[in-house]
């Protein structure tokens, strides 16, 4: 990520919190903990003396969420799909991986969080998510470490078996969080 106005700077990179686009530390100002860049710093000045709470997130509905998952599992499961059907034939000319089975039991998770965890940890964003214009947050709206990419992603395969319980405080919480997201402390908002 660069700097918009310094091409040259890629380190100490933020994005400002109104506008999204990329800016480094030189460029933004923090306002009650969060960084503006010049542009945004105006109206967002005007928004705290006027009162009105721009920091809200707008969180992603439980539908674009299922949505979101829905194209990443299709997109994940076709180069599995295509693993597995190697593993078959070669089982079935008498090759030798009858006890490379096992291995293969463990595939699709390891695909499913290394796909999630890099995408989450390099943009925010899976492709389903890209999709259905959501994104991955930490919970007070700033971008993804890459150690909460990779927890949440790995708490969420190790709660895969408990798929429904996962999503369930889902449906009751207002920021509409699962348990993988509580535990990396991130949300999943809409996204432009």
Same mark, same amino acid.
């Given at each position: 990520?660069?700097?918009?106005?310094?091409?040259?700077?890629?380190?100490?990179i933020?994005?400002?919190?109104?506008c999204?686009?990329?800016?480094?530390?030189?460029?933004? /100002?923090?306002?009650?903990?969060?960084?503006?860049? @010049?542009?945004?710093?105006?109206?967002?000045?005007? +928004?705290?003396?006027?009162?009105?709470?721009?920091?809200?997130?707008?969180?992603?509905?439980?539908?674009?969420?299922?949505? @979101?998952?829905?194209? +990443?599992?299709?997109?994940?499961?076709?180069?599995?799909?295509?693993?597995?059907?190697?593993?078959?034939?070669?089982?079935?000319?008498? @090759?030798?991986?009858?006890?490379?089975?096992?291995?293969?039991?463990? /595939?699709?998770?390891?695909?499913?969080?290394?796909?999630?965890a890099?995408?989450?940890?390099?943009?925010?964003? %899976?492709?389903?998510?890209?999709?259905?214009?959501?994104? !991955? !947050?930490?919970a +007070?709206?700033s971008?993804l470490?890459?150690?909460?990419?990779?927890?949440?992603?790995? %708490?969420? @395969?190790?709660?895969?078996?408990?798929?429904? !319980? +996962?999503?369930?405080?889902?449906?009751?919480?207002?920021?509409?969080?699962?348990l993988?997201?509580?535990?990396?402390?991130?949300?999943?908002?809409?996204?432009?």
């Amino acid at each position: 990520m660069l700097c918009r106005n310094h091409i040259d700077v890629s380190e100490g990179i933020r994005r400002c919190a109104r506008c999204g686009v990329p800016f480094c530390n030189d460029c933004l /100002v923090d306002i009650s903990g969060k960084p503006f860049c @010049a542009t945004c710093k105006t109206e967002q000045l005007l +928004d705290v003396r006027s009162g009105v709470e721009r920091g809200v997130l707008d969180f992603a509905s439980i539908g674009r969420r299922f949505g @979101a998952s829905f194209v +990443d599992g299709l997109l994940m499961w076709i180069p599995i799909a295509i693993m597995i059907a190697i593993v078959g034939f070669a089982s079935a000319t008498n @090759a030798r991986v009858n006890g490379a089975w096992n291995f293969w039991f463990l /595939v699709p998770s390891v695909v499913a969080v290394t796909y999630q965890a890099l995408m989450l940890s390099a943009r925010g964003q %899976t492709l389903g998510k890209m999709a259905l214009k959501v994104k !991955v !947050v930490s919970a +007070d709206g700033s971008e993804l470490t890459t150690g909460q990419a990779w927890g949440r992603e790995i %708490t969420r @395969a190790v709660l895969g078996f408990l798929y429904i !319980v +996962d999503y369930l405080p889902a449906l009751f919480t207002k920021e509409k969080t699962t348990l993988h997201d509580l535990a990396a402390k991130t949300r999943v908002v809409n996204w432009a």
